[in-house]
């Protein structure tokens, strides 16, 4: 079982909707991070929040939106998603240098 | 930045058998080495890590070598199970500037079945 939580677990789109990403871990941990991964492929860093802040922002493109309400709660808000951003979408969090706990994702498909 | 290169990209071996997977680094900043393993619909597990400060680390089944001077690192995993097969994922992390945070550049994967 993981201790990063990601709901849900499988989410179907279209282009023109608005939905949400949740991720949820007790851990303590306060750094948190939001992963893109293709199929067959590692995952790819899109955010990070330290002590709740945004410290990297990997030239995301703006139809992505993070959150970070508190230290154990991150939001990824999508809006107008392209075909191409289909992906498993990845929560992770650590202590501040220290190792990453992954979540068990989020299957995004847009239609 | 970090470029971590992973193989073999497949690996097939006999349960009972050993499997190694290399990766190498270019950044000499890189002082944290993860694996993490991923299932079919699952998120990455980590299995294993090792600091720069440490050569080898073992525990049970699954071993990681470090050679700081040649940028390489190694998993090792004995007495193979098919419970094994999975994605396997080295990474390297560096602390970013200014930051105490640490970022993961990972390899590119290796898919390892283990056959009963």
């Known amino acids: 079982d993981t201790e990063v939580t990601q709901t849900p677990k499988h989410l179907v789109m279209g282009m023109t909707n608005k939905k949400s990403l949740k991720c949820e871990q007790h851990m303590g941990h306060r750094a948190m991070y939001w992963y893109k991964q293709k199929a067959k492929k590692p995952p790819e860093l899109m955010f990070v929040?330290?002590?709740?802040?945004?410290?990297i922002n990997e030239s995301v493109p703006s139809r992505f939106s993070p959150e970070c309400p508190n230290s154990s709660l991150l939001n990824l808000h999508l809006h107008a998603l392209q075909p191409e951003d289909s992906a498993l979408y990845l929560c992770?969090?650590?202590?501040?240098?220290?190792?990453?706990?992954f979540g068990d994702g989020t299957r995004l498909s847009i239609l | 930045g970090e470029n971590v290169e992973q193989h073999p990209s497949t690996l097939s071996v006999q349960e009972g058998d050993s499997a190694v997977i290399k990766c190498t680094y270019s950044d000499s900043a890189s002082n944290y080495f993860p694996w993490y393993k991923q299932e079919l619909g699952k998120g990455p597990q980590l299995i294993i890590d090792i600091r720069s400060n440490v050569g080898e680390k073992k525990d049970q089944r699954i071993a990681v070598t470090l050679n700081k001077t040649a940028k390489h690192f190694s998993l090792h995993i004995t007495e193979t199970q098919p419970e094994d097969s999975a994605v396997y994922f080295c990474a390297a992390s560096m602390r970013i500037r200014g930051s105490t945070l640490g970022r993961l550049y990972f390899g590119r994967g290796t898919q390892l079945t283990v056959w009963p």
């Open positions: 929040y330290s002590y709740e802040k945004l410290s």
């Open positions: 992770a969090s650590g202590w501040v240098g220290q190792p990453q706990h």
